[in-house]
Every structure is written in structure tokens, then in C-alpha cells.
């Protein structure tokens, strides 16, 4: 369905998806310009406040906060497990969301040596660390060995992603991450404006919907930075897929880690860059037709 300038019409936003808001535009196409309604991204402050102390300010979509706020705990290494981490309440502001969040207070005394300042970035992975030690942390080593999967298993995975993300589809601002088993079929996905949000996200709904990180893998519609390494091997997920390219440091602390990393995720395509052990490649058998054919001179 086009409009009457011939760009693809969005869906409408149902009411209650928080994470797009409706928006008047002037939509110009071929030098013609006219009056026309289009939905956005929504982003909104996120604090994160633990055990009565304020520790970060996340923009983010506000959508799946139970989810964002124990991958978030998991992830950055606040706790250890879900059942470290209680919800004590969740307000909605003019201005955004407030979490207040629960944890043991042997955590609370350790996250109060962190030093985080209280505003970051969207999603930002690394946001407010005071030192380069605090941000180049690593995470324990993922265990020799494991299951391995399929390689087209990460061209399933992505194809199915790619039509799982309405916020998405209705606005053009969004990353999502999924989770898929070892077949590829996609279980989870959350969509959130930050790429290390949705990553969070994904990351607590596996932990709510009890699922074990050693039996499938993580597919993102985005570059593999070090922040989106370092939350995968910390959340002990053992193969990240990305759509785009990983960085070095990323390579370097997903080698270190035990983490395969595959980029550029594309119809049957990838590049694997650590641990490339973990992906079995198809075998791929001649046609009768070119058997025995060489494309030797």
C-alpha cells in the first residue's frame, strides 16, 4: 500500500504501542511536498535506581522495562542471577521512567565502587565508566567446548528477524535483537531505539521466559561493537550474529571470552571472526552437471 506520492504507507500505530508516536510532516518526493502524518520513534529517559541510590539515565524506547531492567543488571554484571534482582517499582513521568530496583546488599556495596556517573548515552554499554579499567572489564571465559550450530541456521534466524520488528516497520529508528535455538527458529525478539538496549532486552526476556543461553544464539540488526560482545559473553550467550561488521575490540575481547562473533549476517552469507569451531558449514554437493568440471584453464 503506497500513499498519494508513492511511498509505502506505514501500519497504523495501535494504542497501546508506547514505542512510536504519531507525528505531522512535510513529506517532499520529486519537488511536490505536502501535509502528512508519519510515526516516530519514541525515546525517553530510563533511570535505573538501586536500592534507593540513582545509578544510570538509559534513552530508550518505553517498552519491556521488566525485561530492560534485569538484562541490564545481568549484562553490565550487577548481579549474577534473576533472582538477585526485584522490581520494586516502576513510575512513568511527563519526562520518563523511573526504576526502583532491588538487589542484595553485598551487590549494592560493590556497584557503589563502580563510580558510574548517573547520565548516559542511548544504550550505551560502557556509559559514565570514570576509568579505562572500568570499561575494558572482561567477562568470565564461556566454557570450552558446547554446542555448535548450523551456518544456516544464522541465515534463518535473520530472515525471520527482519519480519519480526514492528516498531520498526512503523517508524525506520529501531534495532532489534532475537533469540534463536539451533535450528534457527527465532523465540524471542525485543526492538528498542539503543542497539545495546534491545540487546538487554532480549537479554532479560531469556531469563524471565527461563530459557538456557547455551542452547541457541543471538541474532542483532547491527554492528558487533565491544559493548554488544561484552553483554553476550556476559550473559553467557555463546555466538553472536550481527548484520553488520564487529570492531576490533570487540574481536579481541570476544576471542578472549570464548565468543563466536559472525558479521555481516546477510541472506546466506557471513564472516565468522573468533572461535569459528562453533559453526558448521554446509556441505555443498556439485551438480551432475559439473561433476567432475574444473574452472581451471
Not at 497504523?12 to 520529486?30: C, F, H, I, T
Not at 570487540?250 to 562473533?261: C, E, K, N, Q, R
Not at 557471513?270 to 554437493?285: D, F, K, N, S
Request: proline content about 6%.
Amino acid at each position: 500500500m503506497v500513499d498519494a506520492m508513492g511511498t509505502p504507507a506505514k501500519p497504523a500505530l495501535a494504542s497501546s504501542s508506547p514505542g512510536a508516536v504519531a507525528r505531522q510532516v512535510e513529506r517532499s518526493r520529486a519537488g511536490i511536498r505536502v501535509t502528512a502524518s508519519d510515526l516516530v520513534a519514541a525515546e525517553v529517559p530510563v533511570a535505573f535506581a538501586f536500592n534507593g541510590e540513582p545509578f544510570v539515565v538509559m534513552m530508550a524506547t518505553p517498552e519491556d522495562i521488566a525485561d530492560f531492567a534485569l538484562g541490564f543488571a545481568l549484562s553490565e554484571g550487577i548481579v549474577a542471577t534473576a533472582d538477585e534482582l526485584r522490581v520494586a517499582g516502576v513510575q512513568t513521568h511527563l519526562e520518563g521512567i523511573a526504576v526502583a530496583l532491588e538487589i542484595p546488599p553485598a551487590r549494592a556495596e560493590a556497584l557503589l565502587l563502580r563510580r558510574r556517573n548517573l547520565q548516559g548515552r542511548s544504550g550505551c554499554g560502557v556509559c559514565g565508566s570514570e576509568s579505562i579499567e572500568a570499561v575494558l572489564r572482561t567477562p568470565p571465559p564461556l566454557p570450552e567446548g558446547g554446542r555448535d550450530f548450523a551456518a544456516e541456521a544464522l541465515a534463518t534466524a535473520m530472515r525471520a528477524l527482519a519480519q519480526r520488528q514492528p516498531l520498526n516497520t512503523m517508524t525506520g529508528a529501531i534495532h532489534a535483537a532475537g533469540w534463536a535455538d539451533a535450528d534457527g527458529r527465532l523465540l524471542l525478539v525485543r526492538e528498542d531505539v539503543g542497539r545495546h538496549n534491545a540487546l538487554d532486552k532480549l537479554i532479560g526476556a531469556m531469563q524471565h521466559a527461563g530459557i538456557d543461553p547455551a542452547t541457541g544464539f543471538a541474532v542483532v540488526t547491527s554492528r558487533a561493537s565491544y559493548e554488544m560482545a561484552m553483554k553476550a559473553a556476559q550473559a553467557r550467550i555463546a555466538l553472536l550474529a550481527a548484520i553488520s561488521a564487529p570492531t576490533a575490540l570487540a574481536i579481541a575481547l570476544a576471542d578472549s571470552a570464548g565468543l563466536t562473533v559472525a558479521g555481516f549476517v546477510r541472506g546466506d552469507d557471513h564472516v565468522i571472526y573468533t572461535h569459528p569451531w562453533r559453526l558448521r558449514q554446509a556441505q555443498v554437493t556439485p551438480s551432475h552437471g559439473d561433476a567432475g568440471r574444473s574452472d581451471t584453464p
